[in-house]
């Protein structure tokens, strides 16, 4: 089973908290605007997208089984 990151746009206010968490996963272009750059969740990511789905301000962030 394949655990892969959702962020749900209507909510996120693209404040980078998550970013600040894990860059390499998240980014923020000159606009503002949120990008996963990778949206699949490993055993070496796992923990730092879990706290970027906890510091989330507005939950946008979720992750879903496939």
Known sequence: MTRRIEVDFGLCESNGVCMGIIPEVFDLDDEDYLHVLTDEVTPENEEQIKEAV???????ISIREE
Do not use: K, L, Y
């Not at 906890?54 to 946008?60: D, V």
């Open 54 to 60: 906890r510091q989330c301000p507005r939950q946008a």
